[in-house]
């Protein structure tokens, strides 16, 4: 029985899940997570992020996600899975954020000596110690010079799949280039988080894959290859820096020696890894369209599959290339989980006491809204953080706990209207899934059902899914998506959330709400202010239940 391997690098940490595949019979047979915050103090990270003094910059560091991988590769060596079944191993990692390495690395990876620890061995290895990531914001000025010289938002937008956004890689790359020459100088290769991941495995350099690709303001999105006036635009000789963009299902190489001889693994075939998103993608079962999913991890994202694809007119969303060769649509919000977490500690709370709160508190009460800007936010685009509150009084703990929750589904319904998909069915992922009072804000905002996955780690899941799929593949075995996924994203039936069509009602109208604070608070439209008093004259506020 063949059994397949899923990593997943996220913000936070590190997962791995196991599969086992023979014929109709199918099971994960390992599953395991650390943080890095706790795994490895001795980076310094605050969930997975360096320390910085300027609130708009936000790093990683490179060599502690290598410490990572080898950590966690011992781990699995060591857990009982039959390591000579493993026929392939693909991953997942957080998007956007880039590893910068020297010439050397080529012959390092190349050359990894099985008696000594990975990291040792990485010195002169990486051109630059730190790793921009997708929570960066600092690249304004870089973003309006590469719109610029490539023909404006839309043309951009056409050409990548978006527009010019912080987080993504080109603009992370010119500002890097514009800010240390010679560490650009010194730079050889540029990879992905993905990349870089999938070239320790092979010890040697990965592709890019068109899902996480198409996070970088790089690649044309319908070519699936490198665009020439992108990469112009971005910084001097950088198509001599990047790696190629392959497949998803591109077998990148047999696993390097050093994990074979050091940890007992057999030959297996590495797969090119993604971003978690587009691995997501496969992990809740999107392989055909008109369903979507909302991954509440660190970040919150909602996508979709698409045939074509589809850019965004209003500029909030974007389209990646999917791991089956199709597209995706998404839309990100940066204040996702680590808002919520925000909101909870302020108001001394656990995870219990927010769901209570949320139970306790009515849909929509007084028709308050919480603009939970407390980082930059992506979507939609604010890079002076501040936190808004509209009829809502900031030392109201109940109260700020469902306004943060309803304005972070609000803004994610708003923002994908774009997309076109007329949502009945919602599959729910990441961190924050298991939690059902937020899923019931989700299913009465949509007004959709929501279902909770038997896996959680949906982007993990759908890494080792690829790597079974690439497998058949390479062995001349061509399978249909919906036999690869067949019998691992099962929805948990008892776990469906049911919209209650009193609070859809009530959602219907508060978005309208919702959507001029928001306006207001980019300076893009006028006092919500009547609207607020409207909502409350139709809806008065009662009191809150009482509790025993
Ligand atoms: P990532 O993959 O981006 O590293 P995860 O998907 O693992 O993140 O989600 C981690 C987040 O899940 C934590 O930051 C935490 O806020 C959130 N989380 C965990 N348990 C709960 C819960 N019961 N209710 C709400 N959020 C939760
Ligand atoms: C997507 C995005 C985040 C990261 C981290 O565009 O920036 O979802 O992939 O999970």
């Given at each position: ?6 990593l ?53 560091s ?32 957080q ?23 990975l ?38 937008a056409?050409l ?9 890689t ?15 100088a ?13 070239s ?52 990148v ?10 940890y ?46 589809r ?37 001394d ?26 980082e ?9 953080p ?46 924050a ?81 919702y ?24 809806h ?9």
């Open positions: 029985m063949a059994i397949y391997l899923g997943d690098c996220s913000t936070q940490g590190l997962s791995a899940i196991a599969i086992e595949v023979d014929g109709e019979e199918r099971r994960m047979v390992f599953e395991r997570s650390f943080s890095f915050d706790e795994t490895f103090p001795r980076y310094r990270t605050s969930h997975g992020v360096l320390p910085s003094d300027d609130p708009l910059v936000a790093a990683s490179p060599v502690m996600w290598a410490e990572a991988l080898d950590r966690m590769m011992g781990i699995v060596a060591k857990s009982g899975v039959d390591l000579s079944r493993i026929r392939a191993i693909a991953g997942s990692a998007q956007h954020g880039s590893v910068y390495l020297t010439a050397q690395a080529t012959g390092a990876l190349a050359g990894l000596d099985p008696t000594r620890p990291v040792d061995q990485l010195a002169g290895v990486f051109a630059r110690a730190e790793a921009p990531i997708w929570m960066d914001a600092s690249t304004a000025e870089q973003c309006a010079a590469i719109t610029d010289a490539v023909g404006g938002p839309a043309a951009l056409r990548t799949g978006s527009r010019a956004f912080e987080r993504f080109g603009p992370q790359i010119r500002k890097y280039a514009e800010q240390d020459p010679a560490g650009f010194r730079t050889d290769r540029v990879h992905l988080v993905s990349s870089f991941l999938a320790l495995l092979a010890g040697r350099h990965a592709p890019i894959d068109p899902g996480d690709g198409a996070g970088m303001n790089l690649m044309d999105i319908t070519r699936r290859d490198w665009a020439p006036a992108a990469l112009e635009a971005t910084a001097p000789y950088l198509w001599r820096r990047l790696p190629t963009i392959a497949p998803s299902w591109s077998v190489g047999e696993l390097a020696p050093y994990w074979r001889e050091r007992g693994f057999s030959a297996a075939r590495v797969i090119a890894w993604s971003g978690d998103n587009p691995c997501s993608l496969i992990g809740t079962g999107i392989v055909t369209e008109g369903r979507v999913a909302i991954s509440l991890g660190t970040s919150d994202t909602l996508f979709g599959f698409l045939r074509e694809p850019i965004d007119p209003t500029g909030a969303g974007h389209v990646f290339g999917a791991p089956t060769g199709d597209y995706m649509s998404l839309v990100c919000c940066r204040n996702g989980s680590l808002a919520r977490e925000r909101v909870r500690n302020m108001f709370l656990d995870w219990d006491g927010f769901s209570r709160h949320l139970r306790d508190v009515p849909p929509a009460r007084g028709g308050a809204i919480m603009l939970p800007w407390f930059a936010e992506i979507t939609p685009p604010v890079l002076d501040e936190v808004w509150r509209f009829g809502l009084d900031a030392v109201n703990g109940p109260a700020n706990v469902r306004a943060v929750v309803e304005a972070q589904m609000l803004a994610l319904a708003l923002h994908s209207r774009w997309m076109g998909v007329d949502v009945e069915t919602i599959y729910a992922t990441g961190g899934a298991r939690n059902r009072e937020i899923l019931q804000v989700m299913a009465d905002v949509h007004d959709a059902d929501v279902y909770q996955l038997e896996v959680g780690n949906s982007a993990c899941l759908g890494a080792a899914l690829r790597a079974y799929h690439a497998d058949e593949l390479a062995n001349g075995r061509a399978m249909p998506w919906e036999d690869v996924i067949e019998g691992f994203v099962e929805p948990v039936a008892e776990a469906r959330v049911r919209p209650v069509a009193e609070h859809v009602a009530l959602y219907a109208e508060l978005a309208r709400v959507e001029a604070c928001e306006a207001y608070a980019l300076g893009a439209g006028s006092s919500p202010r009547d609207l607020l008093v409207a909502f409350r004259q139709r008065p506020v009662g009191p809150l239940p009482e509790r025993g």
